[in-house]
């Protein structure tokens, strides 16, 4: 069955750098785009960054544009997220999901991951 598995999250000081990772199995991996949203307590989820696997076009939220750097293997079906310069505003459960379509024309999300929390605190 489809499936979305993220690994990545951990604790890490302001300034630091994680690298968030989202292995799909189960379906056509060609025919989505994959984004990432996260969800800060009492906040409504963000999409904060997607990738359209047949074009590799990007789209990045504003709150990490400069950031935050989204990349993929197609051989190994990852997408990756890499977090620079975190900050406590950063700390939220972080998930990826399957978005049916592109990143800017997307026609159903389909699949979701776990989610993997990443806390930004000294």
């Known amino acids: 069955q489809a499936q979305l598995v993220e690994s990545g999250g951990d604790l890490v000081q302001p300034g630091g750098s994680l690298r968030l990772s989202c292995a799909a199995s189960g379906f056509t991996w060609e025919l989505y785009g994959i984004g990432w949203f996260r969800q800060a307590p009492g906040k409504e989820r963000e999409r904060i960054s997607c990738i359209t696997i047949s074009d590799n076009s990007t789209t990045y939220a504003d709150s990490v544009k400069g950031r935050f750097t989204i990349s993929k293997d197609n051989a190994k079906h990852t997408v990756y997220l890499q977090m620079n310069s975190l900050n406590p505003e950063d700390t939220a459960v972080y998930s990826c999901?399957?978005?049916?379509?592109?990143?800017?024309?997307?026609?159903?999300?389909?699949?979701w991951g776990q989610g993997t929390q990443v806390t930004v605190s000294s």
């Open positions: 999901a399957a978005m049916w379509g592109t990143c800017n024309a997307v026609y159903s999300t389909d699949y």
